[in-house]
């Protein structure tokens, strides 16, 4: 049973940072893919950062690219969102997903993923 825990979520600045951490367990594959999601109140949930062993180029949003940085520690099975350039838009719950499988074309859709954590909030002000 695969289990995905976050940490690291708090309030910061505009202009700040934050590192996001999210551990997973359960599992042995070596093909999976990693995922953050973030979701504000009356929104859909949306991609921000996918990343997956053997992978070439981490993939991004839009909203975040050049300012989130996704990176994996293969052995402690821990995925990391580095964020900097907080800005108030960056306000969200943050999820870490995952599935048993390289990521996809469409790693954005929460539907691709069977495995989820239970989030952790950003607040940027």
């Known amino acids: 049973h695969v289990q995905l825990v976050e940490s690291g979520g708090g309030s910061v600045q505009a202009g700040g940072s934050l590192r996001l951490s999210c551990a997973a367990s359960?599992?042995?594959?070596?093909?999976?893919?990693m995922v953050w999601f973030r979701q504000t109140p009356g929104k859909e949930r949306e991609g921000v950062a996918a990343?997956?062993?053997?992978?070439?180029?981490?993939k991004y949003s839009d909203a975040v690219k050049g300012r989130f940085t996704v990176s994996m520690d293969k052995a402690k099975r821990l995925v990391y969102l580095q964020m900097d350039s907080l800005k108030a838009e960056d306000t969200a719950m943050y999820y870490c997903a995952a599935d048993l499988r390289v990521c996809s074309i469409s790693w954005y859709r929460t539907a691709e993923y069977s495995y989820w954590g239970q989030g952790t909030q950003v607040t940027v002000s």
């Open positions: 359960g599992y042995t594959d070596s093909s999976y893919c």
């Open positions: 990343i997956w062993p053997g992978g070439r180029e981490p």
